[in-house]
């Protein structure tokens, strides 16, 4: 069976986006490990009480990796926006909304009534679009 | 008003420290999220929990700080600090009686925060290619200064 270990999102700054994914949002610590010899860190975060997935954030790299260009390029998607998503799940939007925002988090969308749940999005500092919802039972396919 | 039962007020206080373990938080945090007096809540919370709440909080603390020793390279300082201690030495003294062996062992019976980086091949390649690679071609010297360099 395959699973999803990783999802992985860009970032201007790790420990920025650290602090943001811990203390913030109230995710755990998965790895953080620094390999010199390839100037690389690997930072990944997780839910607790999810212990098979988890965020990797990673720092958008410099030549060799990527050039100048496409390194501005991937930022400048990011800041708007456009550089991917990750979708989280909650039992309870209001306490979590309430959570989130009481601890500065910059909400682009307050909860509302979807079709398929209530889904409300927020903004990491880097400025990806982080969605929030609280799932309705689906039926399995 | 519903009646809530007591032990749901003691559960929000430990979810306090399960959620925010790396704050500044202490036994007085706790008992305010419960809404309790420090001594009814201590008294209380080791009725119906087992445990004072003190060791509870020390304890999550601990769990963490083995986590982050396992799979992050940083210093035991700096796995101190994470999880909401302030000194080393009481730190190192809890984790020695806790884990029964000091923070530096306990890390060096697992694989190194390294083997937790999943760096595929692709990266390694992309990573791993020198800055200073130049492919330019050399131009064709004249058989003259080869002769000299000899």
Redesign the interface.
């Known amino acids: 069976m395959i699973k999803i270990s990783n999802a992985q999102l860009w970032v201007h700054d790790q420990d920025e986006a650290l602090a943001f994914w811990t203390e913030k949002v109230g995710m755990e610590v998965r790895a953080d490990a620094t390999l010199p010899e390839l100037n690389f860190r690997w930072l990944s975060v997780g839910p607790p009480g999810q212990v098979d997935i988890s965020i990797a954030l990673m720092a958008i790299p410099g030549p060799p990796v990527m050039d100048e260009k496409t390194g501005k390029q991937v930022e400048e998607l990011m800041s708007k926006g456009f550089a991917g998503t990750i979708f989280l799940a909650t039992d309870d939007i209001k306490a979590s909304y309430e959570e989130l925002k009481g601890r500065g988090v910059e909400f682009t969308e307050e909860p509302s009534e979807r079709p398929y749940g209530i889904d409300s999005a927020f903004r990491d500092p880097s400025g990806n679009s982080i969605r929030l919802a609280q799932l309705s039972d689906v039926p399995a396919a | 008003m519903a009646f809530v039962p007591p032990a749901r007020h003691l559960l929000r206080a430990k979810d306090l420290a399960?959620?925010r373990y790396?704050e500044r938080l202490d036994v007085d945090d706790m008992a305010a999220a419960a809404g309790l007096s420090r001594a009814h809540f201590s008294r209380e919370f080791r009725r119906t929990f087992g445990e004072s709440p003190h060791a509870y909080l020390l304890s999550r603390r601990l769990e963490?700080a083995a986590?982050?020793l396992r799979?992050?390279?940083?210093s035991v300082a700096d796995v101190c600090m994470?999880v909401g201690l302030q000194s080393v030495g009481s730190f190192t003294t809890s984790f020695t009686r806790t884990y029964g062996v000091s923070p530096n062992t306990y890390r060096a019976k697992f694989p190194?925060?390294?083997s937790?980086?999943?760096?595929p091949t692709c990266?390694?390649r992309?990573?791993?290619?020198?800055?200073t690679?130049r492919f330019e071609k050399t131009a064709a010297r004249p058989a003259a200064s080869l002769a000299t360099d000899r």
């Open positions: 399960d959620a790396f963490r986590a982050l799979t992050t390279d940083r994470s190194p925060a390294a937790h980086a999943l760096v990266v390694l992309f990573y791993g290619r020198p800055k690679a």
